[in-house]
């Protein structure tokens, strides 16, 4: 159990955007934080889903188009490289 609970207390610093990772555990989980990060809600794809005009504001997901975007998103695209 003490090696799980230290690989969540080596990450958590991963959180916050203005760190800095330091060992080689941290650098690799943040080169591709979507796939390694096991703290979801601090994925990048999942903060720009939530940010304003997201694919996630009420108003988007209440049309067809949105609700598609969406299931393609979570099917699909997430955590997908850009470009």
Known sequence: MEPFLQFYHDLIPLTDDS???ITALQRNVDANQDFYLPFKMHQPSL???QRSGGLSTNGHLKT???LF???IFQA???GAPAG
């Open 47 to 49: 903060l720009a889903l």
């Open 76 to 78: 699909i695209t997430f």
């Open 19 to 21: 760190f800095r990772p």
């Open 69 to 71: 975007s969406l299931v």
């Open 64 to 66: 067809q188009r949105g």
